[in-house]
């Protein structure tokens, strides 16, 4: 059964996390009380048993230079006694549900193993983030230099970042809580990550793509074989978008992956011509994720 998350679950949501993840007990304080909230988690129980959980993580993503909620999905765990047996399957598809229900677009993750891309390539997740190969910045030499002055560090923090293009943004709740973890592993050099992004309202992030790019005109027949919602053939003309109408050229065919990276301008370059001249390249940016 799913459910959300409450007090007489989250305790052991907290020991799940634990099991599976192995983290330190200092880390898990921070996580539990900064970030983890019951209204954010959707956990699986066998009889009364918490076996499987995630949660959905609100952060800002600048796209198209608009501010978007997006879902953050994070602690995707389930106990080793219950794996195999579909309850994480379950439980992400709940997540596609419950985002669409709260307005929320797209959902974003980092997956923490190499495998983990394919895993999630089968819930519509795509590539849309590289990992870096340079360190973002220090933020221990930002403290530093504003005398450990953290609102004055974090609105130099977040002029790194809130005019960027494709990037999450941090609130100064966020940062501090950054800064904690800083602390706690002593300042370790950080990097932007490799990372995965997935449409759930593909006709809201098209209509802000639209309105950015109002010169762009293009049909897009798209396949997503779990939102049945996205399964529609856009029309983009003059900054507008309309589903189900008189088809314009070029026609694209796309799954839900393809065209998630298309519109996140992910490697556009190397894509073909029709491709390189309607989707921009870009460079998305995810960073200091308590990763």
């Known amino acids: 059964m799913i459910?959300?998350?409450?007090?007489?679950?989250?305790?052991?949501?907290?020991?799940?996390?634990?099991?599976?993840?192995?983290?330190?007990?200092?880390?898990?304080?921070?996580?539990?009380?900064?970030?983890?909230?019951?209204?954010?988690?959707?956990?699986?129980?066998?009889?009364?048993?918490a076996v499987a959980s995630l949660q959905m993580l609100?952060?800002?993503?600048?796209?198209?230079?608009?501010?978007?909620p997006v879902a953050y999905i994070s602690g995707v765990s389930t106990l080793p006694e219950a794996q195999k047996k579909g309850y994480m399957h379950q439980l992400l598809l709940k997540s596609f549900e419950e985002m669409a229900k709260n307005n929320i677009s797209l959902a974003i993750l980092v997956p923490q193993e190499a495998w983990l891309l394919e895993f999630y390539d089968k819930y519509g997740y795509a590539q849309t983030f590289d990992a870096g190969v340079e360190e973002v910045f220090s933020l221990k030499t930002l403290l530093d230099k504003h005398l450990q002055d953290e609102e004055s560090a974090y609105n130099e923090f977040d002029s790194q970042f809130r005019s960027q293009d494709m990037t999450v943004q941090k609130t100064f709740e966020d940062f501090q809580t950054i800064v904690e973890e800083g602390r706690l592993f002593n300042f370790p050099?950080?990097?932007?990550?490799?990372?995965m992004a997935r449409m759930i309202d593909a006709e809201k992030l098209l209509s802000i793509f639209a309105k950015k790019y109002p010169q762009k005109h293009f049909s897009v027949?798209?396949?997503?074989?779990?939102i049945q919602n996205n399964n529609t053939a856009f029309v983009i003309n003059s900054g507008l978008v309309t589903k189900n109408t008189k088809l314009i050229?070029?026609?694209?065919?796309l799954n839900i992956r393809k065209f998630t990276q298309l519109l996140f301008?992910?490697?556009t370059s190397k894509k073909d011509i029709i491709s390189r001249a309607l989707f921009p390249e870009k460079t998305a940016q995810m960073n200091f994720m308590l990763e």
């Not at 993840?21 to 009364?48: H, P």
């Not at 952060?59 to 608009?66: E, Q, R």
């Not at 050099?189 to 990372?195: H, R």
């Not at 050229?249 to 065919?253: A, K, Q, S, V, W």
């Open 189 to 195: 050099s950080k990097k932007n990550l490799i990372g």
């Open 265 to 267: 301008g992910y490697h």
């Open 3 to 49: 459910q959300y998350a409450n007090q007489y679950t989250a305790p052991q949501i907290r020991q799940m996390w634990k099991t599976v993840f192995g983290d330190s007990d200092s880390y898990i304080d921070i996580y539990f009380r900064e970030k983890y909230r019951n209204e954010r988690t959707l956990v699986y129980l066998e009889g009364e048993k």
């Open 221 to 226: 027949i798209l396949d997503d074989e779990i």
């Open 58 to 68: 609100p952060y800002n993503f600048t796209f198209c230079d608009v501010e978007i």
């Open 249 to 253: 050229e070029p026609i694209l065919h």
